[in-house]
């Protein structure tokens, strides 16, 4: 992508969500959008018939905030099985499970460098295409996908982004580039209200990334200087690790500036019309989220009728319409609410631009030591929390003299390009 032509696209798509933030404004902040309708959303289904007996149980190991209950329910409903989800929020957390309990799982949902960790480590079964015939609603895109070519063992639901995620009333300037976080974290008024997601690779990778290095690199000079990165910012700072709950916390205000994942920022534009999300010059973190059978899974044919069923273009539209992400499932488009399939949720770099996180092999262990002492990091007592100014930015002299005069000098500034 050239750069004039990728700032013009970002500035034309910056417009847009202003516009339709302030349509969307006036959203309940108590009611995710596609909760109202629950009881109409699955009549004239067509569902997958069977020619066996379903099992009476699978347990599936998702994401928070993945899956609704009501699509739990309605396979329960039709074939008999009840759905026992573990939520998970790392995949890292998912490995695990999957290792200390041995056959309690049927289903898992990997990110693709996971996929690959996890097919190498002998995890996932091979799934069998004539069981999971709505596979052909599938974008054509992911079945060239590295981590799993062809998808012998895995079936993408979503795709989803890294991108930075602001609030305009006081966070000032377009995030045209990575090093927007770093210029903007020196705000006073950002102390403990700026954030990172709190997945390793990702905030690994993101501070690899600002370094000038790989988010896959092994060099362990490299990750050293990352992890420092991290630490200086919490302490310096109080940049928080941010979880499941970062889409609430922007919508409350809690964290005014954050790299996040697109649908967690998409949720919160619903919710909070000064919640704007881009995606920075460059490459861009993206990831496909997959459903696998385990590979000591015996309820196979059951596991693989319920990834049929996910498939099912209105049931991956009710998904995505709870979840805010965007689906590999071409066919649930005319079913995803229109306010949705226009924000954040379905921005996606160009191929050429999408930077897949990489399976490291036993390097995976320079990024777990690094991660544990970020995780240690703590900022000083004496780093307070302020105040938010009721009218918005803030220009006064509490922020250092340094970056005053240079943020006053960017707001004075006109912004080339800007809507």
Known sequence: MKPVRSVQVHCLI????????????????????????????????????????P????????????????????????????????????????????????????????????????????LLQRLDHRNIKNMEFLDEDVRRAKFDRGLLYT??????????????????????????????????????RAGIRKEMRIAMGFSLMLLGYSPNSVDPGEIAQARDLLIDTIKRYGVEMIGPEGGSRLIRSDILLGVVWNGSAAYALTNNR?????????????SYENIAVSALSQRKSTAELFIDYLLVPQVTARMTNYNYFASCNAASLP?????IRNGPGFLFPDEEDRLFLEDLGDKAKLY?????????????????????????????????????????????KPKTGSP
Not at 66 to 75: G, H, M, R, T
Not at 78 to 105: A, F, H
Not at 274 to 286: D, T
Not at 390 to 410: L, P, R, S, V
Request: charged content about 25%.
């Open 335 to 339: 079913y995803v609410k229109a306010i």
């Open 14 to 53: 910056f417009a847009v969500l202003v516009m339709g933030a302030l349509a969307l404004g006036a959203c309940n902040d108590k009611t995710r959008v596609g909760e109202t309708d629950a009881t109409a959303w699955s009549r004239q289904i067509k569902l997958p018939k069977v020619h066996f007996t």
């Open 55 to 122: 099992a009476r149980r699978l347990e599936v190991i998702t994401w928070h905030d993945y899956i609704p209950q009501e699509v739990f329910d309605l396979f329960s409903e039709t074939y008999g099985t009840q759905i026992v989800p573990t939520l998970i929020s790392t995949n890292e957390e998912m490995l695990d499970l999957l290792r200390k309990n041995p056959g309690k799982y049927d289903l898992v949902m990997p990110s693709d460098y996971m996929v690959t960790r996890m097919i190498k480590d002998g």
């Open 155 to 192: 079936v993408p639901l979503f795709r989803d982004c890294i991108g930075v995620a602001f609030n305009i009333k006081y966070v000032a300037g377009i995030p045209r580039n990575w090093s927007f976080i770093v210029d903007q974290i020196r705000n006073d008024y950002l102390v403990h």
């Open 368 to 412: 777990e030591d690094a991660w544990r002492e970020v995780l240690q990091a703590k900022p000083p007592e004496s780093l307070i929390t302020l105040p938010l100014p009721k009218d918005g930015i803030f220009q006064g002299d509490t922020q250092n003299a340094d970056f005053t005069k240079e943020f006053i000098h960017e707001m004075k």
């Open 274 to 286: 000064n919640v704007r999300f881009l995606l920075p010059e460059g490459k861009v973190i993206v």
